[in-house]
């Protein structure tokens, strides 16, 4: 991998050296996820409480910019001006370059009609049917790595073809039967869990944004 990508996962052990031993795992997450986007794809991300939180925000990190800034590209730039010149200028100069990515906890008349009409644990799943495509990647965020809305998001996300990423904590779990790569941070209590989550989340996103952005 590009020695300028995995400056930012070593800054991230630097900072916080429990997590020296997730480092590998940490690389084969954001590998996946540049495959991904590299051949067009996209992510879906899901998880609970806190963890529904952390989808939101990773969604916002990908979805525009991040630290640095993401012009929009010439070829876009030139249709948009041809459609309109005024409203094409304020689209070219605002506009930000963008990884496609959903939180599948934000669709509140989706969910509750669905938990409501059929089985609440698919909630998620459901969502990954309608949504995912092989070569998508989803991303499950549970502190336990046992939360069954989001096992049985991960295994309709393989039956669909997409790779499967799990961010969890340090127990062993189900999750991690299901994934592609699970980066499982070093603790036990939920709040210390996710407050190491948010750190790796951040630093797969700004790899993500020097690669594609860079």
Known sequence: MEEKLVKHVDLLIERYPALGVCKQNIISAYQILEEAYSAGRKLLVAGNGGSASDSEHIV???????KMKRKIYAAQIDRLMKIDEEMGKVLADHLQGSLPAISLVGEPSLTTAFMNDAVPELVFAQQINGLG??????????TSGNSKNVLYAAVAAKSKGLKVVGLTGEKENRLMEFTDVCIRVPETETYKIQELHLPVYHCLCLMLEEKFFG
Do not use: H, P, Y
Not at 133 to 142: E, K, N, T
């Open 60 to 66: 916002g990190e990908l979805m525009k910019e991040f």
């Open 133 to 142: 495509r092989a070569g998508d990647v989803f991303l499950g965020i549970s």
